[in-house]
């Protein structure tokens, strides 16, 4: 089987976790149906302080499965929805993808991707050490991050556990991804 949803999560109150959902519908332009994060501004606590008139490149959070696995060898439990994401994958390569990737989830649902999640000091809260594991240094001293990946939803959609996910690389020069 190919690139697929594992799960998906989303939470209207602000929370470190996200309980997983049958289903969760993304609004082009917006991010997840009454998910905190959706908004065309940013709506992530750092990001408003900073400027809340910035544009919203954080609408939807993915991470993939595997990471958790990687983590587990570790001592670290870690499900869908605990690192705050709102689509957990299996089978797809996330932190590999250029700036621009487009996503299609399921039947409907199309989402851009815009960068890499930054990690925080919140997963150390989740569980002692776990940031450690997320986030390091390549050989070159390069930092890695590995939670996850941002997007914005260019078409809305019902997505579920089960759906098929396709990848649709940018045209010409593909551009890394950053954190956002």
């Known amino acids: 089987m190919g690139a697929a949803v594992a799960a998906v999560s989303s939470n209207g109150e602000y929370s470190f976790t996200k309980p997983n959902r049958d289903s969760i519908t993304l609004l082009a332009g917006l991010g997840v ?8 501004t940013v709506k992530h606590r750092s990001r408003l302080a900073q400027d809340p008139t910035r544009p919203n490149l954080r609408q939807v959070h993915l991470i993939h499965e595997e990471l958790f696995a990687e ?9 869908p929805g605990d690192l705050g994401e709102n689509v957990t ?12 990737t487009l996503l299609r989830l399921g039947p409907e649902a199309v ?13 150390d809260a989740f569980q002692d050490g776990l940031l450690k594991q ?10 890695v991050r590995k939670a996850g990946i941002m997007g914005v939803v260019r078409t809305g959609g019902m997505v579920r556990p089960g759906d098929l996910i396709d990848v649709e690389l940018p045209e010409g020069p593909h551009r890394p991804l950053e954190r956002v």
């Open 33 to 40: 149906e009454g998910d905190v994060h959706a908004g065309v």
């Open 71 to 79: 983590v587990a060898r570790s001592g670290f439990e870690v499900t």
């Open 89 to 100: 994958t299996t089978g797809i390569d996330l932190l590999s993808l250029p700036v621009g």
């Open 111 to 123: 989402v851009e991707v815009t960068g890499l999640r930054n990690p925080c000091l919140q997963i």
């Open 134 to 143: 997320v986030v390091g240094r390549d050989e070159s001293g390069a930092v």
